[in-house]
């Protein structure tokens, strides 16, 4: 509600004075404020805070007065009266000069702000005043207090005495009244009541209340009462008092006339806080204001007496001060706002503790947005100060500064959704850009606008996430600067209002108001000043569409009125809409097209408002609806806090259809005094019957008789939207209750549209508390925003021992943020303890689309599991089972269960999963379910759950799951966490291992960070590894953790073969590959092992399929006229397209590194060719950058510099092809041959895995790459290699029989496929001679399919696995068919996109 802002100010003071303020006070008004020293009073100006005049006592009569105590200004600003300590009062008049003034602002002379008023001095001029003393009255008596009445001055002395003294005709005397002679009761209904128990019953201190019509008084015992009488006369015998007995140690009284409250300082440093009960007239504690010590367990109880409470002046806040220092600041009902007692205020920037701000007297001024402090510490510091250096004195008055929620002052802003605050010259919002923000917050968004992030779980696309970031999205305000010509003449603001789509406000200060619209950036002010000075708005304003509605006085008629004005044509009368009233108006609220009035005379006016549509500029009529007088029900007018229309009904939803009831004003919310009352239309009459009446001059239904609703209310927040979704949170009532929190008046409504049950409540109200004061609710969103006062250190930029006085080292810079907290678990909450399951259900489905609905159940389980599972005591009906069941009902109920138990102590996790069940079996679940992330967050609750050998088990049933899954970041943590289990059996910590892990040589670095490496041969890798493992072999019990090691990760390089092994057979070369890269698997050493097993190629043609399927390259194709083809006479053969190299002799080279040229040489041919079509001196300037997806993978000469492609290689080839003339059949059969390529992606892809291939020997897997890249030269070096080599005979016989099964299937099903064959014959030819000469006879028999069964077989290490461990869950999906993808264009970019997730950092 109240917030401070920047530094507090201090005022500079030209008086050569020795002697130290001790007592500050504004005038009623707010205009001036005095100042009091021990002899001197002083009078300043409040907006600039100048010196006026100042009175010094002479030393004579200082000597009879004795020094200054107290002070009091009469209600009209004219007299001040001081108490002095000998018993004196002294009268003085102030005396106003109007024609002179000594400060006068000075504008150039073409401003246009030169008397731009008619008095124009009079509200920016510093006005001249005179003090002048009137009468000198001794009492005889110390004084104690001095309080003000209305035309009466009370003063009370030390001997037990009350004086009434009349401001005016002092020859009249005055009333003296004994305490003693007062009866005190428990109430006011007792018939006779005791006199106080004492001689010397004195009253320390008093306030007047004059909405109670007595005094609230601190007796010099510390018993606290209140003071009344049965007339408006206070004399002896009709005053009597209500004494409270419990309360023995009070210090301080300070009352709020418009909520009737009394605030009590004890001496313990708490403030009680009572209330008149109306029937009764007993005092009743409301609430109390005290510091916890959970939030200051340093200084709590270490205040000492609570010395000054000071309520604002619209007496929604209040400030608290104690002996000890530090002052808080408490909203009305006890919400704490500020406490300098914590934090910044304390500390300095190095750690050293500050002396906390020990406050003497303090004053609010003008609409609160000044407090003016007397600081004690100064005092005494600058004494100190002054002693040793003989210095003038350092004036020691603070001017803090704040800012307030439009709230406290305009409560029509409470069915709005955007936080507005207001300062003396500008205003907060929360709203954001207004040009993003022009449509309501529930039309829906365009869809390809919407973040792709705003989507819950359960999103369907209907959430407006952009209002919502609109009003959530950073911790910022939108400051808008009041405009300061329409400040000069009209300080301070008093009201301030926003409309509902958050692009308009409207300031209202002393005079007229102001418009300013944030699409503009553009203020509208009255152009004819005269009718700006002529209005000023008395009962607030509010937005209705596009127009303002406000309660006015008119100065020149002396009338009431209410006026709307549009903000589209300029501010000037003409414009206006004009209803005249007949009472001065109070508050205004409008619901819908109806405008709610609350007049001085306790009446209810409701009027209809509505576009005039016949007019040329926008004009808006009013006209009245009903009355309704309340004088019945409110004691006083100033009582009534806000007035709001509402749909909201007692029965909702029974009697009335929904659409109906959410359009009808049904009833009226009124907030007296803190006290909520509802006043209902009164439907039980025939009236409801009616239905020939026009609608618009039908007769309103009555209200019934006023029902209280709730009490300590602050702010109702109600909307008038509709949504079938959300009706429960639409529906709702909020209340905003101070230190209790917030309560909801819940409807409830049948399931399935059923009868309700006779004994259910129609509505619910429901208290939860929040740790934010509430500014405003967003309904739909189920969130509260608020504000949050945060302090900054400047402290170090002073370092000088004479800048220490400075405000920037002895205080924080206070700064507010924007806050906002989610409210739906505690609601949640409460309908579940009340056994309102079902209503709970109803509301979490309805908000389950709000991306944050995991996080609302979360926090509910884990603050129920907090508050039981952490208590002293049993609990007779726990809740926790109740909630468990509860968020069972939602998909999210495993993930929710995890999250919260990972963010609780491991020590409330027994009695967490006693209640939602065995971790294991949640962990199957999720395997179930496919969720490996959750399951995963499962695996660290078992392994301090669990023993070791179950988290092993658990842990290896999810890795191989994510093997398949291709979940390769959980692989990697499972990978972690194995080894991690290792070496935590031995219940060591886990020991660093002196073997260091051999790095990934294989070549598989290339798919995660774009560069081929060479790997050695793998009789050098294998002697490097054993010869590490030889010198770095420990012994003792190191050495039997390093085996334990070692058994583990061989444990994981087993479970990685056996995936592997899988990959291989089912023919998925493209998920091995991506497999080896992201796990770093050895993959050419393990198909080195494995060439004459598992990575042996059965059969050649499906492989062929498999593998034209996996990487979308398409088969090969001859059109009919390929008879006359070029290509196939062989023209193009050497060097254009098909890099034929018909050269046979090859020289004899080690295969596993001398091919690489040939590989690159060739590679960059295809590479040139292959990502160029038709017209080629066109597209070879642009190389790789005509296609998607090869922009987002980059070029194969990339890859490395040995086939990295130079300026000088784009040059060769833009002229060998410059240099063919190719007739326009030709070019025909070279597009139909680019155009049976695949991906560029999948061709490095596949040149990759064949260099891979190369290494490990697996020449089967060789020849079968080199068909689908019709790579002639790959061919000529298999082959090259199978001649020079010692290469097993059965090797040569499996690749011969391959080769023969491709022919065969080519010539049959794949024609375009002959070519090639044809081209290589000459070499299959030499390869049946080698392999006639080295293979026996009997080896050209048929396969034997037992031998194949047995080589295909697993190896020894997965039988050990097999034997040692558990089933391997992923045994079926070896024998599952593999689908074939049909080769459309949709599935080729679904599948080309899903495997850019997995080589997203392969090949940039």
Known sequence: MYFLSGWPKRLSCPLESVEQPLHIQADPQKAFFMVLFPSQLSIWYSRPSVLIVSYKEPSKSTSQFGPYKGAEWRPDSTMIAVSTVNGYILFFDILSSREKYIYEPVYP????????????????????????????????????????????????????????????????????????????????????????????????????????????????????????????????????????????????????????????????????????????????LSHKLELMPKQYPDIWNKTGPVKLIRWSPDGCAVMVTWKCGGMSLWSVFGAQLICTLGGDFVYRSDGIKKDPLKIHSMSWGSEGYHLWVIDGNCSQNTKCKRDAKKEAPQFSILQFQFIKSALAVNPCMSNQEQVLLQGEDCLYLNCGDAKQVQSPRNTLLHPEHKPARGRGPFSD?????????????????????????????????????????????????????????????????????????????????????????????????????????????????????VAKVQADTLLLSVFRDIVILFRADCSICLYSIERRPDSLNPTASVQVLQEVSMSRYIPHPFLVVSVTLTSVRTETGIGLKMSQQACEAESIMLNLAGQLIMLQRDRSGPQIREKDNNPNQRKLLPFCAPVVVAQSVENVWTTCRLEKQKHHLLEALWLSCGGAGMKVWLPLFPRDHRKPHSFLSRRIMLPFHINIYPLAVLFEDALVLGAVNDTVLYDCLYTQTSAREHSEVLFPFCIVERTSQIYLHHVLRQLLVRNLGEQALLLAHSC??????????????????????????????????????????????????????????????????????????????????????????????????????????????????????????????????????????????????????????????????????????????????????????????????????????????????????????????????????????????????ERTRAACVEDFVTALKKLHEDFLWPFPVIPASSINSPFKTGKYRAGTFLNV????????????????????????????????????????????????????????????????????DWTMVDENSSSLSLTQSELEHLSLELACKGPHKSQVQLQYLLHIFMEAGCLDWCIIIGFILRESSVINQIFSIMQSSDIDGEICQNIKTGLCAIDEWASTDCPGYKPFINIIKPQIQKLNEITDEQVQPEAFQPVNPSNVTKQASPGVEESMTSSSHCTNPQSDAANSSVIRHEEDKSTTEEKDSFQDDSYDCTMS
């Not at 081929?1012 to 890798?1021: M, N, T, V």
Request: aromatic content about 10%; proline content about 4%; overall charge negative.
């Open 461 to 577: 696309g209907g959430l407006d996430s952009q209002s919502l970031s609109t009003l959530l999205g950073h911790r910022h305000w939108h400051v808008v600067q009041i405009h300061s010509t329409y400040l000069e003449s009209n300080w301070p603001i008093k009201f301030s209002a926003i409309d509902k789509l958050g692009q308009n406000v409207a300031v209202v200060g002393k005079f007229g108001f102001a418009h300013y619209s944030l699409i503009t950036k553009k203020w509208k002010l009255f152009g004819n000043v005269a009718q700006e000075q002529n209005m000023m708005v008395t009962g607030g304003l509010a937005w209705w569409n596009d127009f303002i509605v406000l309660a006015c006085y008119n100065l020149n008629d002396h009338q009431e009125e209410l006026r709307t004005y549009p903000q589209t044509s300029n501010l000037d009368n003409t414009f206006a809409s």
């Open 848 to 1089: 389950a689309t709000l991306p944050y609905f995991p996080h609302v159940l979360e926090l509910m389980l884990h603050e129920v599991l907090e508050e039981e599972a952490t208590s002293q005591e049993p609990i007779p009906d726990p809740l926790l089972p109740t909630v468990v069941k509860f968020i069972t009902e939602f998909p999210l109920f495993l993930q929710t269960v995890v999250h919260c138990a990972r963010k609780t102590e491991y020590a409330l996790w027994n009695y967490l999963f006693a209640a939602v069940g065995n971790p294991k079996d949640l962990f199957e679940e999720c395997l179930m379910a496919q969720d490996l992330d959750t399951a995963a967050s499962y695996l660290i609750i078992l392994q301090n759950m669990e023993a070791p050998g179950v988290s092993r088990q658990h842990a290896t049933l999810l890795f191989n799951t994510a093997l398949e899954q291709e979940k390769w970041d959980l692989c990697r943590h499972m990978i972690r966490f194995l080894k991690a289990i290792g070496s935590g059996e031995l219940e060591t910590p886990p020991a660093t291992p002196t073997l260091q892990e051999p790095s990934s040589s294989g070549g598989f670095e290339f798919f995660r960070h774009g560069s081929i490496s060479l790997s050695q041969s793998a009789e050098h890798f294998h002697s490097k590894f054993n010869l590490q493992k030889t010198l770095s072999m420990p012994s003792g019990p190191s050495g039997k953790r390093w085996i334990k090691d070692c058994d583990e990760n061989m444990y994981i390089d087993m479970m990685l073969w056996r995936h592997a092994r899988h990959l291989l057979e089912e023919i998925k070369l493209k998920d091995l590959g991506c497999f080896a890269a992201q796990l770093s698997f050895e993959l050419i050493g393990w198909l080195r092992k």
């Open 109 to 284: 002379k073409e401003s246009s702000h030169v008397k731009r008023t008619l008095h124009y001095k009079e509200e920016q001029c510093v006005p001249s005043l005179n003090i002048q003393m009137k009468k000198v009255l001794d009492l005889q008596a110390s004084i104690s207090s001095l309080q003000c009445m209305v035309e009466d001055l009370l003063v009370a002395t030390a001997d037990g005495y009350l004086h009434l003294i009349h401001w005016d005709g002092m020859t009249n005397g005055r009333k003296v009244i004994n305490l003693c002679t007062v009866p005190f009761s428990v109430d006011l209904q007792s018939s006779r009541g005791s006199f106080l128990g004492f001689k010397d019953a004195r009253i320390r201190d008093m306030e007047y209340c004059a909405t109670l019509n007595g005094f609230a008084v601190v007796f010099n015992d510390g018993r606290i009462g209140f003071l009344t009488s049965v007339s408006s006369r206070f004399t002896a015998e009709q005053l009597y008092g209500v004494c409270l007995q419990d309360v023995v140690d009070g210090t301080c009284v300070a009352v709020n006339n418009k909520y009737r409250l009394m605030a009590f300082g004890c001496v313990n440093g708490s403030v009680q806080v009572y209330t008149m009960d109306i029937t009764t007239g007993a005092m009743q």
């Open 1141 to 1208: 190299e018909m050269d046979t002799g090859v020289p004899n080279i080690p295969r596993s590194h001398s091919w690489l040229g040939t590989i690159s040489s060739s590679q960059r041919e295809v590479d040139t060719v292959s990502s160029h079509g038709p017209p080629m001196q066109d597209t070879f300037l642009s190389p790789l950058l005509n296609k998607g997806d090869e922009c987002s993978i980059g070029s194969a000469t990339d890859l490395t510099e040995a086939s990295s492609m130079v300026d000088g």
